[in-house]
Nanobody, 124 residues
Framework: QVQLKESGGGLVQAGGSLRLSCAASGGTFSRHPMGWFRQVPGKEREFVGAIHRSGGSTVYTDSVRNRFTISRDNAKNTVYLQMNDLKPDDTAVYYC?????????????????WGQGTQVTVSS
């Protein structure tokens, strides 16, 4: 299993941008699909989006499509979440996750490795 560590969270005004990073270690990063999730206290963890292990395809939840972009650099063992036009409703702890290397359908990944999360706060 890969170990994951997020960074880049912080406080930003509505309409602003942030880029989250998730560094992986302890496995073959390029073989794993990667995902981003978020969670607000008292609510279930929400899927944000995911990227194929090649970087060639992505999927997003409707609320972030056209505002957020997931990318990866397999040479750096890092996946990114670029967040633009942030809204107060985007405030959450953001987590990255890795899926099994044999799963290719981004809508059916059994996520099995998680980072510790990074806080994103968007002020109005």
């Amino acid at each position: 299993q890969v170990q994951l560590k997020e960074s880049g969270g912080g406080l930003v005004q509505a309409g602003g941008s942030l880029r989250l990073s998730c560094a992986a270690s302890g496995g073959t990063f390029s073989r794993h699909p990667m995902g981003w999730f978020r969670q607000v206290p008292g609510k279930e963890r929400e899927f944000v989006g995911a990227i194929h292990r090649s970087g060639g395809s992505t999927v997003y939840t409707d609320s972030v499509r056209n505002r957020f972009t997931i990318s990866r650099d397999n040479a750096k063992n890092t996946v990114y979440l670029q967040m633009n036009d942030l809204k107060p409703d985007d405030t959450a702890v953001y987590y990255c996750a890795a899926g099994p290397d044999w799963q290719l359908d981004l809508n059916k990944i059994s996520w099995n490795s998680w980072g510790q999360g990074t806080q994103v706060t968007v002020s109005s």
